[in-house]
């Protein structure tokens, strides 16, 4: 690879000056390693492990040593949050926010193939694009569906049980040299050369030249793009020599095919992170699979976690379940406990988990990182067994739009006005706070608004004025009655539409009574003000809390997705009887690998709840390790 960096990018004293500047805590030998290594590899990273702060420390030197002004640095990731955070990372300093613009490029892959790949190979058939999204094409599909030439196939897709699907569903894959016309996720109930086969082609192929695609068509006409212009990978290979792939566990088969077709043969220096034992999305590749093969044989491992102690990294290296892992928590002295609990006593389990954290978690850390609930469904099936999900302990439980731990934007700035003033790392709170501000917008167009990372920082342009409209509610968020609230709501409100043609929902823009009430006694040091509502756990899918830290977190057993065991007893008896999980059922694996993902988030506090009749005996087996085992049923 031609150097497009200064040699000395990872020099020691470089580094340690960049560890300085960022306030991050010293490296340890295998961080070390990994950050000045320039070859492609592999790592393997703990939960807490501190890989994300790692990734922006590594480009974060790289930039500022980057010499070539039409190469880059390609930067992917599974998802947009994922992507966000690298990026709100690099933007911290002056060089590392020359990544976000050319030559460099920071997105996920979805995004990657898109720009470089499937929308100039649409382009070349003179097709203008008006959508790619599966809902859309949906749509478009049934519409189309109703027309006559079509009636053999809809007659057919009407006659099977949830039949449309078969339309719905209709993707490109790339075969044999062309695109052929598939199922979603399995193959299609008819040849391809019937009747019905012969008029879903006509349908896709129709949507096609219209612009309609799904997802999934942009990776099959990107291979296609390839295929019929060899010239491209090496086009794409010369503008990026380094590519480094976040969240690798979360890739699928098809993305990582299409990744090795441009780089795998190229000079192009790949290296690739995450943790296997995280990979919960139903998209990601298979284990074993060659195309997904993740970490490689010999890879190195960051197998300390900061974010907890040795009572919960024992837990987690009991429930890996793809790759063995010995998990070493440097982090809190922290709990590990068990609520047992029966029909009568469900209703009882958050508010004693509530209780739990108050007791056992240091304010100032609650304030920070308020605890969750959390459960890998959300609402119940028609199965008659109990209980299922999520809302059968919280039965006025609804589905949120995101993560975020507060149901106002007020009480998120209460939040991260308290962890501005009382820790020194103010870039997360103000990052907190404007994921807040996100959270709570509409878009026209489906954007949303930039990571903070992104937006400008003169007062002179539109995001300017933001960062100061964000430091003005850091600064009086415990202070604001319903009038002040409104006035500088309104002028958030004015610039992010500004900003990215962005609506803030109108009722951000109103202080609840309570709310209100609280702020006319007058200002309160700000943890006092911002503990009362972080108490109480937020609900959530164990999904999506991937990625965060709690100070604590409970997870509730539900039913696991075949609707013949229960997700946290099946985690209990693997770890009371030390059973190895590679030799568990799939079904098992795949419920103890979400059990995993949510017993990684707290800092301080994890609780599991389960079923007595099925889990006491489990349960206090493991009283003899430290564990807090709560009957409430004898309570």
Same mark, same amino acid.
């Given at each position: 690879?031609?150097?497009?960096?200064l040699?000395?990018?990872?020099?020691?004293?470089?580094?340690e000056?960049?560890?300085?500047?960022?306030?991050?805590?010293?490296?340890?030998?295998e961080?070390?390693d990994? +950050?000045?290594?320039?070859?492609?590899?592999?790592?393997?990273?703990?939960?807490?492990?501190?890989?994300t702060?790692?990734?922006?420390?590594?480009?974060?030197?790289?930039a500022?040593?980057?010499?070539?002004?039409?190469?880059?640095?390609?930067?992917?990731?599974?998802?947009?949050?994922?992507?966000?955070?690298?990026?709100?990372?690099?933007? +911290?300093?002056?060089?590392?926010?020359?990544?976000?613009?050319?030559?460099?490029?920071?997105?996920?892959?979805?995004?990657?193939?898109?720009?470089?790949?499937?929308?100039? $190979?649409?382009?070349?058939?003179?097709?203008?694009?008006?959508?790619?999204?599966? *809902?859309?094409?949906?749509? *478009?599909?049934?519409?189309?569906?109703?027309?006559?030439e079509?009636?053999?196939?809809?007659?057919?897709?009407?006659?099977?049980?949830?039949?449309?699907?078969?339309?719905?569903?209709?993707?490109?894959?790339y075969?044999?040299g062309?695109?052929?016309?598939?199922?979603?996720?399995?193959?299609?109930?008819?040849g391809?050369?019937?009747?019905?086969?012969?008029?879903?082609?006509h349908?896709?192929r129709?949507?096609?030249?219209?612009?309609?695609?799904?997802f999934?068509?942009?990776?099959?006409?990107?291979?296609?793009?390839?295929?019929?212009?060899?010239?491209?990978a $090496?086009?794409?290979?010369?503008?990026?020599?380094f590519?480094?792939?976040?969240?690798?566990?979360?890739?699928?088969?098809?993305?990582?095919?299409?990744?090795?077709?441009?780089?795998?043969?190229?000079?192009?220096?790949v290296?690739?992170?995450?943790?296997?034992?995280q990979?919960?999305?139903?998209?990601? *590749?298979?284990?074993?699979?060659?195309?997904?093969?993740?970490?490689?044989?010999?890879?190195?491992?960051?197998?300390?976690s900061?974010?907890?102690?040795?009572?919960?990294?024992?837990?987690?290296s009991?429930l890996?379940?793809?790759?063995?892992q010995?998990?070493?928590? $440097?982090?809190?002295?922290?709990?590990?406990a068990?609520?047992?609990?029966?029909e009568?006593?469900v209703?009882?389990v958050?508010?004693?988990?509530?209780?739990?954290?108050?007791?056992?978690?240091p304010?100032?850390?609650?304030?920070?990182?308020?605890?969750?609930?959390?459960?890998a469904?959300?609402?119940?099936?028609?199965s008659?067994?109990?209980?299922?999900?999520i809302?059968?302990? +919280?039965?006025?439980?609804?589905?949120?739009?995101?993560?975020?731990?507060?149901?106002?934007?007020?009480?998120?700035a209460?939040?991260?006005?308290?962890?501005?003033?009382?820790?020194?790392?103010?870039?997360?709170?103000?990052?907190?706070?404007?994921n807040?501000?996100?959270?709570?917008?509409?878009?026209?167009?489906?954007?949303?608004?930039?990571?903070? /990372?992104?937006?400008?920082?003169?007062?002179?342009?539109?995001?300017?004025?933001?960062?100061?409209?964000?430091?003005?509610?850091?600064?009086?968020?415990?202070?604001?009655? *319903?009038?002040?609230?409104?006035?500088?709501t309104?002028?958030?409100?004015?610039?992010?539409?500004?900003?990215?043609?962005?609506?803030?929902?109108?009722?951000?823009?109103?202080?609840?009574?309570?709310?209100?009430?609280?702020?006319?006694?007058?200002?309160?040091?700000?943890?006092?003000?911002?503990?009362?509502?972080?108490?109480?756990?937020?609900?959530?899918?164990?999904?999506?809390a991937? /990625?965060?830290?709690?100070?604590?977190?409970?997870?509730?057993?539900?039913?696991?997705?075949?609707?013949?065991?229960?997700?946290?007893?099946?985690?209990?008896?693997?770890i009371?009887?030390?059973?190895?999980?590679?030799?568990e059922?799939?079904s098992?694996?795949?419920?103890?690998?979400?059990?995993?993902?949510?017993?990684?988030?707290?800092t301080?506090?994890l609780v599991?709840?389960?079923?007595?009749?099925?889990?006491?005996?489990? $349960?206090?087996?493991?009283?003899?390790a430290?564990?807090?085992?709560?009957?409430?049923?004898e309570?």
């Amino acid at each position: 690879m031609t150097r497009t960096y200064l040699p000395d990018a990872f020099a020691t004293d470089k580094v340690e000056a960049m560890v300085k500047l960022l306030v991050l805590d010293p490296l340890d030998a295998e961080q070390w390693d990994y +950050l000045q290594s320039e070859k492609t590899q592999d790592l393997q990273a703990a939960p807490g492990s501190g890989k994300t702060t790692l990734i922006g420390l590594k480009l974060a030197l790289m930039a500022d040593a980057w010499t070539s002004p039409t190469r880059g640095v390609c930067v992917l990731s599974h998802t947009n949050t994922a992507k966000n955070e690298i990026a709100d990372r690099v933007g +911290l300093l002056a060089a590392g926010r020359s990544l976000l613009r050319y030559p460099h490029f920071i997105g996920t892959i979805q995004s990657f193939v898109h720009t470089f790949l499937a929308l100039p $190979a649409v382009r070349d058939r003179k097709v203008e694009v008006r959508s790619i999204d599966d *809902a859309a094409f949906e749509t *478009a599909a049934l519409r189309l569906l109703q027309r006559p030439e079509y009636s053999t196939l809809r007659n057919y897709v009407e006659r099977q049980h949830q039949g449309t699907g078969i339309v719905a569903g209709a993707t490109f894959t790339y075969r044999g040299g062309e695109l052929a016309v598939t199922g979603a996720a399995r193959d299609l109930p008819f040849g391809a050369q019937s009747s019905s086969g012969k008029q879903l082609d006509h349908l896709k192929r129709t949507l096609a030249r219209w612009g309609i695609f799904r997802f999934q068509d942009m990776y099959a006409i990107a291979q296609e793009y390839l295929a019929r212009h060899p010239g491209i990978a $090496a086009a794409v290979t010369t503008r990026f020599p380094f590519v480094l792939l976040d969240e690798t566990q979360d890739t699928s088969a098809a993305q990582h095919e299409l990744l090795d077709l441009v780089f795998a043969s190229s000079s192009t220096v790949v290296q690739r992170v995450g943790d296997t034992n995280q990979g919960i999305y139903s998209d990601a *590749a298979s284990v074993g699979e060659p195309a997904s093969l993740f970490p490689l044989p010999g890879a190195p491992e960051l197998s300390v976690s900061r974010r907890f102690g040795p009572q919960i990294a024992a837990v987690a290296s009991r429930l890996v379940v793809r790759r063995p892992q010995q998990v070493r928590g $440097a982090g809190p002295d922290g709990q590990v406990a068990v609520l047992l609990f029966d029909e009568t006593t469900v209703s009882d389990v958050v508010p004693t988990f509530e209780r739990m954290a108050a007791v056992t978690v240091p304010e100032d850390v609650l304030v920070r990182r308020p605890p969750r609930v959390l459960g890998a469904r959300q609402n119940p099936k028609t199965s008659p067994v109990y209980p299922q999900s999520i809302s059968c302990y +919280l039965p006025g439980y609804t589905p949120t739009s995101g993560p975020t731990a507060h149901r106002t934007l007020i009480g998120a700035a209460r939040a991260a006005s308290a962890r501005w003033k009382s820790g020194p790392d103010s870039h997360e709170a103000a990052t907190e706070l404007w994921n807040a501000v996100r959270a709570s917008v509409s878009s026209p167009t489906g954007d949303g608004l930039p990571a903070l /990372g992104r937006l400008e920082r003169s007062m002179a342009t539109t995001g300017g004025r933001v960062r100061i409209l964000l430091r003005e509610l850091l600064l009086n968020a415990n202070e604001f009655d *319903a009038v002040s609230w409104g006035e500088v709501t309104e002028q958030l409100a004015v610039q992010l539409k500004l900003l990215n043609g962005c609506q803030l929902r109108e009722h951000e823009t109103e202080i609840t009574t309570a709310a209100a009430a609280g702020a006319a006694l007058g200002p309160t040091p700000a943890a006092a003000v911002a503990a009362v509502p972080l108490t109480r756990a937020v609900p959530g899918t164990i999904q999506s809390a991937k /990625g965060e830290t709690h100070a604590a977190t409970l997870i509730l057993e539900c039913l696991e997705k075949t609707g013949k065991k229960f997700d946290v007893t099946e985690a209990l008896r693997m770890i009371a009887e030390g059973s190895d999980p590679l030799r568990e059922l799939k079904s098992v694996q795949a419920a103890v690998q979400l059990v995993f993902v949510g017993a990684t988030r707290p800092t301080h506090l994890l609780v599991l709840a389960a079923h007595r009749d099925r889990s006491k005996k489990y $349960a206090d087996a493991m009283a003899g390790a430290g564990w807090d085992i709560r009957d409430l049923t004898e309570h």
